[in-house]
Every structure is written in structure tokens, then in C-alpha cells.
């Protein structure tokens, strides 16, 4: 790599732009530059990943908290190896993506994802989120509707609201909230040490398979995170309601969600939102944790795959 390619790739970075391909250098015409970034409105840098044929049929994928866009990997690749358009992005303050220090809200994160999709020019999607991923999914139809929007799928989503409120009393204990936060100060690498061991992925339960490879990988995608970012996006999970955005849904709907999520309990969630969403399908994994991406990841490969050839 030449000297002007690298400086055009460091500039091209540093803009964000489309995640296309640069118009090539009129003095060196076979030079052209890929980012793997979007800018937001904000100007911070968004990664992104985009495989699979670029004329297939799109889905794309939003993440849970602490984790990034890998974190979908064997969705990704299983769909894109089907000939599918896989996209998915850091959210802000996560992953390889910039760490603003303000925006870490839910308004802000469903913003970012519609300047992903703009800027990559999708249409007719398949929205797939996970756990907090699925609160941004929401919160992007409630504020940008569905002209982009096929479907949409939500895995141990939050919604329609996770934590407990004088409106919502059978939510997530607002203790669980003040411990969250605490352990986020005092040691947020233990905290996800300690989540990733334990109710995650349901290696807390008697009998369950560890695998330390799967903690290990929440824990790095968790520290690769801002600190920041992960601490108040904790509030944006938590508090957040999404009865409004969820009764904008007018397309196919399909809610997943884990019998056994300790992390985010179907009955006041996963449960709810198929009620809320008119003509939502819930499918149930009965011994399921939150982390069906990893654990059950045959099976919601295959239940994804099935709900988007429909």
C-alpha cells in the first residue's frame, strides 16, 4: 500500500461516508478505497459489516448490550452462505464503532440505524434484534416507520418494557437496575465476567454445558466497549418504553424468546410484545437462557431462515 492509498484510507475513515467504494484517485485510477464505516448525523463513526451477495435479499441485525456486531456471527454467515445480504453495525460506544460521549439513548441508537440503512440504500429488510438490539428495532419503526422495513424479528427482546416503573410494576426490580449500574463503577469487568458465567447463557443452571470460549467472547466484545456507552446505555434498556413504537408495527412480526431468560423474562416481555404487535408469531425455546444466539443458534438459524423466505 502506497503512501497516497494509505492517507486516502485514514481520510476515508475518518469522514465515515457511505461504506461504498471511494471514487477511484484520477492520478492512480486502479486505486480505490473500501470503508467498513457510516457516519451518523453526530458525525461518530459507525462499523459496519455487510457480506453475502450485495444483490441478495436483506436482513439486518442489531445487538444486544455489552456485545457488538460479531456477536451475530453464526447468523450472519449461516443466512449469507444462503445467498441472503447480512448487514450489521457497532452500535455507538460499542464495538470498533466511535465513543461519543453523549447519544447513548434509545431515540439515538434507532437514529443511527436508519443512517446505516440510508446509507447503504437498503429496502424491503428483514430488522433482526437482540435484547437491547430489539428495543433499537422497535424505537426505529416507532420513529421512522416501516418504508424501509419488510419484517422484523425480536430475540430476548426488551420490550415493551424491561424494567419495573409505577406504570409497569411487574418489571425487572429497580434493585436490579441500581446493581447494574453499581457494578458497572466499581468493576464492570468482573460484571461481565460474572453475567457471562452465570445467567447469559444459563450456565448457573444444574447440569448445563459451560463453554468458556462463549463467556470469553461476551467478556471481550463487553470490554472492547466504552465504559460509558455501557453504563447509560443500562438506563436506555431498562427504563425504556416501546408500547407506542410496537403498536406502529404493520408488517410480518415474529418474536423469539428463551423460557428460561433470567436476564430478560419472557412473561413481561418476549410474551407481551406478541400481544402487542398485531398478528405477531412467538416462538417459545423452552429451556432457552438470553443467549439463544449461542446456545440454541441451529435452531434460530433455521427459524430465521424460514421466516424470511415466507
Not at 473500501?34 to 441478495?56: C, E, H, Q, S
Not at 439513548?105 to 424491503?124: E, F, I
Not at 420490550?159 to 434493585?175: F, K
Amino acid at each position: 500500500m502506497n503512501a497516497f492509498t494509505r492517507l486516502a484510507l485514514a481520510a476515508t475513515i475518518a469522514i465515515g461516508g457511505a461504506a461504498a467504494h471511494s471514487q477511484a484517485s484520477a492520478a492512480n485510477p486502479a486505486a480505490a478505497v473500501v470503508t467498513p464505516y457510516v457516519a451518523a448525523a453526530d458525525g461518530t463513526p459507525l462499523y459496519v459489516k455487510d457480506w453475502g451477495p450485495k444483490n441478495g435479499t436483506v436482513v439486518v441485525f442489531s445487538h444486544g448490550w455489552p456485545l457488538n456486531a460479531d456477536s451475530w456471527e453464526s447468523q450472519m454467515q449461516f443466512l449469507a452462505e444462503k445467498g441472503y445480504r447480512v448487514i450489521a453495525h457497532d452500535r455507538r460506544g460499542h464495538g470498533r464503532s466511535g465513543q461519543p460521549w453523549a447519544g447513548n439513548n434509545m431515540d439515538q441508537y434507532a437514529d443511527d440505524l436508519d443512517a446505516v440503512l440510508r446509507a447503504l440504500d437498503v429496502k424491503r429488510a428483514t430488522l433482526v434484534g437482540f435484547s437491547t438490539g430489539g428495543g433499537e428495532v422497535a424505537r426505529y419503526i416507532g420513529r421512522h416507520g416501516t418504508a424501509r422495513v419488510a419484517k422484523a424479528v425480536l430475540v430476548g427482546a426488551i420490550t415493551p418494557i424491561m424494567g419495573q416503573s409505577p406504570t409497569h410494576p411487574e418489571g425487572v426490580p429497580t434493585a436490579v437496575f441500581d446493581s447494574l449500574r453499581k457494578a458497572s463503577l466499581d468493576n464492570r469487568a468482573q460484571l461481565y465476567k460474572d453475567i457471562a458465567g452465570g445467567p447469559f447463557f444459563g450456565f448457573n443452571r444444574p447440569g448445563a454445558k459451560v463453554s468458556a470460549g462463549q463467556a470469553d467472547s461476551f467478556y471481550a466484545q463487553g470490554m472492547q466497549a466504552g465504559s460509558k456507552a455501557t453504563y447509560d446505555s443500562i438506563d436506555a434498556f431498562f427504563h425504556s418504553d416501546f408500547r407506542a413504537d410496537l403498536k406502529k408495527f404493520d408488517i410480518p412480526t415474529l418474536v423469539i424468546h428463551g423460557a428460561d431468560d433470567q436476564i430478560v423474562p419472557i412473561a413481561t416481555t418476549g410474551r407481551a410484545t406478541a400481544k402487542l404487535v398485531k398478528g405477531a408469531r412467538l416462538i417459545e425455546y423452552a429451556d432457552g437462557p438470553h443467549g439463544i444466539t449461542d446456545t440454541h443458534k441451529d435452531r434460530l438459524n433455521q427459524d430465521l431462515l424460514d421466516f424470511v423466505r415466507q
